[in-house]
């Protein structure tokens, strides 16, 4: 079982916008600003896109954007396309000593 | 712009030893803890170990903990994991990243037969 609670898919429709949800506790998104999101595809690396809750490193597209509230962070990418299609991962900062993880969402474009 | 490049990863029989390595430019690295994470086949993301900016304190998951050593030399800006008695549960690709979260490596590949 995972430390993070994320769904295990969600789906949307090319154009649509879809918001990914990760929970935690006060121990972790509660209590720190460094959530990252990670994008996999198959059979590929995951990659970074988003990190400090709302950062996006260079060359990630302005249509992945990231928040937080209490102890949910939350990943939305709007104008789905078809190549968004692929799982995501959540992290969290829990302490110097430790790094928590959402056990994956997978997303499907309709 | 951050960059994380791991190396290392390699078929290794079960018992036996490997260390990685992750070089680091484009941030000021002897400022910043660091952490290994690695995915399992199949499976999702799962943190190994930290070390703090100056290399003082590290932390290991209990999976690995006794087997797994964590270092780093800041005059290099590099990362190593070095493990030991390796087993099958620790097949995975093993990434590089800031311990906050802003950087991130391609990963590198331990292979550990069952």
């Known amino acids: 079982q995972s430390a993070l609670t994320q769904p295990a898919s969600v789906s949307g429709s090319p154009g649509q916008s879809i918001t990914i949800s990760c929970t935690g506790t006060?121990?972790?998104?509660?209590?720190?600003?460094?959530v990252s999101w990670y994008q996999q595809h198959p059979d590929k690396a995951p990659r970074l896109i988003i990190y400090?809750?709302?950062d996006r490193p260079s060359g990630v597209s302005n249509r992945f954007s990231g928040s937080k509230s209490a102890y949910t962070a939350s990943l939305t990418i709007s104008g789905l396309q078809a190549d968004d299609e692929a799982d995501y991962f959540c992290?969290?900062?829990?302490?110097?000593?430790?790094?928590?993880f959402g056990g994956g969402t997978r997303l499907t474009v309709l | 712009e951050v960059q994380l490049v791991e190396s290392g990863g390699d078929l290794v029989q079960p018992g036996g030893s490997r260390r990685l390595s992750c070089a680091a430019s484009?941030?000021?690295?002897?400022?910043?803890?660091m952490s290994w994470v690695r995915q399992a086949p199949g499976k999702g993301l799962e943190w190994v170990s930290a070390?703090?900016?100056?290399?003082?304190?590290?932390y290991y998951a209990d999976s690995v903990q006794g087997r797994f050593t964590i270092s780093r030399d800041n005059s290099k800006s590099t990362l190593y994991l070095q493990m030991n008695s390796l087993r099958g549960g620790d097949t995975a690709s093993y990434y590089c990243?800031?311990?906050?979260?802003?950087?991130w490596g391609q990963g590198t590949l331990v292979t550990v037969p069952s």
């Open positions: 990243r800031t311990h906050t979260g802003g950087g």
């Open positions: 006060s121990s972790d998104i509660g209590k720190y600003n460094y």
């Open positions: 484009g941030f000021t690295f002897r400022n910043s803890a």
């Open positions: 400090d809750v709302v």
């Open positions: 070390i703090s900016a100056n290399g003082d304190s590290t």
């Open positions: 992290s969290s900062y829990a302490s110097s000593g430790t790094l928590v």
